[in-house]
T-cell receptor, first 111, second 114 residues
Framework: GQNIDQPTEMTATEGAIVQINCTYQ??????LFWYQQHAGEAPTFLSY????GLEEKGRFSSFLSRSKGYSYLLLKELQMKDSASYLC????????????FGKGTTLSVSS | DTGVSQNPRHKITKRGQNVTFRCDPI?????LYWYRQTLGQGPEFLTY????????KSRLLSDRFSAERPKGSFSTLEIQRTEQGDSAMYLC????????????FGPGTRLTVL
């Protein structure tokens, strides 16, 4: 089966850096995604990794290690608006192009 | 606003009733997905269309659920004989090769079954 684990909740303060980890056990890995979801809203795309390494996009970076089944999302210079749920998702060949999501990590940023 | 729209945004129904939701994807997107999300969980894949063809269906999709995309544009998701366990947010997403790997999600339809 497919299994994706990420912490349920994290807290941080404005201006800080936070790292949200995701581990996965899947067969036929075909990419890892991070989405942000504010309460009551649709998920919005943050990043995509299919090869090992770090992808940087502004304040957000995502890292992937395929051999370890591990990814993290790094958020720098945290802002209050970054308070949201962060969803780790994998795509596997057997599921076509559909995404398999983790339960999400709720990040609370305080001043 | 991602450009994907869903209607209605909220639906309250009594157990045993049938409900139908609509998704209008971004116009040039040929791939359309339905997901279901309950509180504190990530979205769960239900079904996937490429153009008008339904190519994938999750085991989560019981016989009471049916989805269509008759002309390869908008899609409908129908739930027959609703149960309280069907209460969830139903999300639609679309993409195409030109959009890269990103799936664009709609705002969802929140279903409450009483």
């Amino acid at each position: 089966g497919q299994n994706i684990d990420q912490p349920t909740e994290m807290t941080a303060t404005e201006g800080a850096i936070v790292q949200i980890n995701c581990t996965y056990q899947t067969s036929g890995f075909n990419g890892l995604f991070w989405y942000q979801q504010h309460a009551g809203e649709a998920p919005t795309f943050l990043s995509y990794n299919v090869l090992d390494g770090l992808e940087e996009k502004g304040r957000f970076s995502s890292f992937l290690s395929r051999s370890k089944g591990y990814s993290y999302l790094l958020l720098k210079e945290l802002q209050m608006k970054d308070s949201a749920s962060y969803l780790c998702a994998v795509r596997v060949f057997q599921a076509g192009t559909a995404l398999i999501f983790g339960k999400g990590t709720t990040l609370s940023v305080s001043s | 606003d991602t450009g994907v729209s869903q209607n209605p945004r909220h639906k309250i129904t009594k157990r045993g009733q049938n409900v139908t939701f609509r998704c209008d994807p971004i116009s040039e997107h040929n791939r359309l997905y339905w997901y279901r999300q309950t509180l504190g969980q990530g979205p769960e894949f239900l079904t996937y269309f490429q153009n008008e063809a339904q190519l994938e269906k999750s085991r989560l999709l019981s016989d009471r659920f049916s989805a269509e995309r008759p002309k390869g544009s908008f899609s409908t998701l129908e739930i027959q004989r609703t149960e309280q366990g069907d209460s969830a947010m139903y999300l639609c997403a679309s993409m195409n090769r030109a959009s890269g790997n990103e799936q664009f999600f709609g705002p969802g339809t929140r279903l409450t079954v009483l």
